[in-house]
């Protein structure tokens, strides 16, 4: 079958975020920006880009979407870190933080990320089917058109599995690409006595019913001394690699244990990073790992930001997610808090940009998009404006107009 070619345009600009680095500093200098852009899709991917004029002369047979007012194209929005599988609300721990209580005094009290495992259990998997459509209706809306999602509050087998089976059914029906991650080794059981123990039922059961089932490539670990030590994590570190998955770490949040592991065991990201030193910031540098920071869980937390400025300048690379997640990190709103981040950290809005775009698909190990050029996927999303500078400017509070993908 010979796929149909489509020309859309013309844009005011097309920000490409082609042939940029994955790590290190970036300045507004090295974007290439389009003028009077268009991109000719074949398929699911991008056949060309270039001036619209250009292209409408050498594709007489293309079909022609033009768009009706001026717009400014940029890559899809790419989340690499979100917990929006689950059921029930956390508004009451809010509460209860922002009037003083700490994250770990909560979850100790019963409330934390136990009561979403409580509701989460009781859930039926097409209750987290709904669920799960309706944020990404709107992540689709807010101009995300891949996002990664763990499981983590079921933490039995029968519950993870139905968490990621969830998961893969809205991988399937909705419009955004969603990248399935394990995460049952986010907190212990209730049901069990000891971390060691839930560790052993993780990995003899949990991990290989994952993999038997082809629900997840990724695997993930909270390591914190609240959650997961550094020897249980090099248990599940190695179980996961044992069995072919992709891993990262939950690390640095709150102690910088994780950095360790995720270098250690060369994994394919390290998130959160809010307590890494420069130590550790060195330490992922010389080992490439991509860092991905987290700024709505310091925002819903009232916490400090990861050094993001000093990662760049020592030469890691950076990627900004949501956190999306009914307790630490509420709001889910990737473009916003990239902009705020970036103002507070002084990243470039090349900085910011490839954050959230190219170096976010890299963090999870996806080559494939990121960028608007010859081959990616076709996705991207448009703002409606005249520059591309607008689109930090505003914090995110401008939203884009139409999202291909
Ligand atoms: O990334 N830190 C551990 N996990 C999540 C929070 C999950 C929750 O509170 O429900 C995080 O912040
Ligand atoms: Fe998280």
Same mark, same amino acid.
């Given at each position: ?73 940029? =890559? ?97 029906? &909705?419009?955004?690409?969603?990248? =399935?991650?394990?995460?049952?080794? &986010? ?20 991990? =290989? ?50 950095? &360790? ?10 998130? &959160?990073?809010?307590?890494?030193? =420069? ?127």
């Amino acid at each position: 079958m010979v796929s149909k070619s489509i020309l859309i345009g013309p844009f005011k600009e097309i920000l490409t975020l082609r042939g940029l680095p994955l790590y290190g500093p970036l300045n507004d200098g090295q974007l290439e920006v389009i003028p009077d852009g268009g991109v000719l899709v074949v398929g699911e991917n991008i056949a060309a880009v270039d001036n619209f004029e250009i292209l409408r002369e050498e594709n007489k047979t293309a079909e022609i979407e033009e768009v009706a007012y001026p717009m400014v194209l940029i =890559p899809g929005l790419v989340d690499a870190h979100t917990h929006i599988c689950y059921a029930g609300s956390r508004a009451n721990d809010y509460a209860l933080r922002v009037a003083g209580k700490t994250y770990l005094d909560i979850a100790k009290s019963g409330g934390g990320i136990l009561s979403t495992v409580k509701h989460t259990r009781q859930a039926t998997e097409s209750d987290l089917i709904d669920g799960l459509k309706r944020r990404c209706d709107i992540l689709l809306k807010n101009g995300v058109t891949t996002c990664e999602v763990k499981s983590g509050y079921g933490l039995s087998l029968e519950a993870e599995l139905k968490m990621l089976r969830a998961i893969n059914k809205v991988k399937i029906e &909705h419009k955004i690409d969603l990248v =399935p991650t394990c995460l049952a080794a &986010h907190t212990k059981a209730p049901e069990f006595d000891s971390i060691a123990d839930y560790t052993e039922y993780v990995v003899k059961e949990i991990l =290989p019913a994952v993999k038997k089932e082809g629900l997840a490539n990724r695997a993930d670990i909270f390591v914190e001394e609240s959650a997961f030590s550094a020897n249980d994590a090099r248990i599940f570190l190695e179980a996961a690699k044992e069995l072919g998955f992709d891993f990262t770490v939950h690390a640095d949040q709150f102690t910088s244990i994780g950095s &360790h592991l995720a270098a250690e065991f060369k994994a394919v990201s390290a998130d &959160h990073l809010e307590a890494s030193t =420069p130590k550790e910031i060195e330490l992922l540098s010389k080992a490439k790992i991509p860092g991905v920071l987290l700024p709505g869980a310091s925002m819903g937390l009232g916490m400090d930001y990861a050094k993001g400025r000093l990662m760049l300048d020592k030469g890691m690379s950076i990627a900004i997610a949501s956190d999306w997640n009914p307790g630490s990190a509420p709001m889910g709103d990737l473009l916003m808090q990239a902009a705020v981040f970036g103002a507070y950290e002084k990243l470039s809005t090349a900085e910011t940009l490839a954050a959230i775009t190219y170096r976010a698909a890299n963090a999870l190990n996806l080559k494939d998009r990121g960028t608007i050029e010859v081959g990616k996927k076709a996705a991207f999303i448009a703002f409606p404006t005249n520059t591309y500078k607008d689109i930090l400017y505003y914090q995110g509070s401008m939203k884009p107009k139409r999202v291909w993908c």
